[in-house]
């Protein structure tokens, strides 16, 4: 249909009389051209315009005060669990993925202290980013990892704490409130005392 329609124009062009040995169509051109090149840069200017809203979005920054967002995740287990069903416990959240080599740095930091102190009201809650089930699997097994780790699906928690990449460390009180984010692999003793000064916070 398309081409028929254009076929149709080209046709009514060729056959108009000619004006000083021009057809009519060769007077109009620079008049098409300069509207066609206009509408090129329109569209071009509301493309980047587009595209710089959306970096401004983007890069907002982390969530790292507040009420932590919600969210609900599976685990490659098969448990569920809900973030705001956590309240009473301090919560670390770890964004990693198996392709990231700076989480290979901190996966058996976070391991040992998960296991210091899984008994003291404490979770940790591993979110997968971007990566497939096999891969996710065969890292957690690589560093011997028994805390909760679940994918993030469609990346919805990812968006909603905003992450600029991975790791991400994500600490939440026992009232649900965050109170800050570590950007980067964790290293020995910052999760700790951390999780210390958390377990001291005193709630009415």
């Avoid at 969530?63 to 932590?68: E, K, L």
Wanted: charge should be negative; hydrophobic fraction near 40%.
């Amino acid at each position: 249909m398309t081409s028929q329609i254009l076929g149709c124009m080209m046709a009514d062009i060729v056959s108009e009389p000619l004006i000083d040995g021009e057809t009519l169509a060769e007077k109009e051109s620079p008049r098409r051209f300069s509207l066609g090149t206009v509408i090129s840069f329109g569209l071009i200017l509301g493309f980047l315009a587009l595209l710089g809203w959306g970096l401004v979005q983007v890069n907002n920054g982390q969530v790292d005060s507040g009420m932590a967002p919600d969210f609900t995740i599976t685990s490659f287990d098969g448990e569920t669990i809900n973030l705001s069903e956590l309240r009473g416990q301090v919560v670390i959240i770890n964004f990693w993925a198996s392709w990231c080599p700076p989480c290979r740095e901190e996966a058996a930091y976070l391991e040992a202290t998960w296991r210091k102190y899984q008994n003291r009201d404490v979770i940790f809650i591993g979110v997968d980013y971007v990566d497939t089930e096999k891969e996710a699997l065969a890292y957690l097994e690589e560093f011997d990892i028994t805390y909760f780790n679940g994918a993030d699906v469609g990346t919805r928690i990812s968006h909603d704490y905003r992450i600029d990449g991975v790791p991400e460390t994500y600490y939440v009180a026992k009232n649900g409130e965050l109170r800050g984010v570590k950007i980067g692999p964790l290293v020995p003793p910052e999760l700790d005392e951390k999780i210390e000064e958390l377990l001291a916070e005193q709630y009415p």
